[in-house]
């Protein structure tokens, strides 16, 4: 009887040699590593999906001794002490984002929120928080380049015990898409084939692989 190959646990590290820096998010890692000399006392951090957000908030999270909670779960932010970052702030409780806002400031503690888009493009009901939030300073995180959507890739398949072929990298990046939640995924799904196959990730396999994403 043939056993399905089951994948390892893949560990994702959120130290500071673990991000990868490049021209697309060196602005947003300098705000965090200014910390506290912030010029407000809140600070928002945007990006699309898997574009190291959650990584900068864990990075910020060590440096200012704070809490980490995710946007979906804020739901008693009276709980929570004053220096708190949010990840996927968009998609909290705007009530509970706001009344978490008020009481960070009234405390004299700091906010670091991370959200899909800049607070003026965010879909907000609460004038009060969308005011707020629209008055804060902020960083963007742009597309990523070459350089660093090959760092990435190695990076996920280093932290997957992945050995590559030559050249597979270089054959990857011009033809993915330009995201790294692409990289995550090209990642996976190469994993999860060489696994299921008993061979290694090779040019070959990711030749099938994007042909069949492309199909």
């Not at 998010?25 to 809140?42: K, T």
């Amino acid at each position: 009887m043939n056993q399905q190959p089951l994948p390892f646990p893949v560990e994702t590290r959120y130290g500071r040699a673990d991000f990868l820096l490049s021209d697309s998010n060196c602005e947003a890692l300098e705000w965090v590593e200014r910390w506290p000399e912030w010029p407000a006392r809140a600070f928002v951090l945007y990006g699309p999906p898997g574009s190291g957000k959650t990584h900068l908030a864990h990075l910020w999270r060590e440096r200012a001794g704070a809490a980490l909670i995710e946007g979906r779960a804020l739901t008693k932010p009276e709980e929570l002490p004053a220096i708190v970052a949010v990840d996927n702030a968009d998609w909290a409780a705007e009530r509970a984002l706001l009344h978490l806002y008020n009481f960070c400031l009234e405390k004299g503690g700091s906010l670091l929120l991370t959200t899909s888009a800049a607070p003026a493009a965010l879909p907000l009901a609460l004038a009060d928080l969308a005011s707020r939030l629209r008055a804060l300073p902020v960083a963007g995180i742009g597309p990523p380049d070459d350089e660093l959507l090959a760092a990435v890739l190695l990076k996920h398949f280093a932290d997957r015990g992945i050995g590559v072929a030559p050249g597979l990298v270089a054959y990857l990046v011009p033809r993915i898409e330009r995201s790294l939640a692409a990289v995550a995924g090209i990642a996976a799904e190469l994993d999860r084939r060489a696994l299921a196959a008993g061979r290694p990730v090779t040019i070959r396999l990711a030749r099938a692989v994007l042909a069949e994403a492309a199909s």
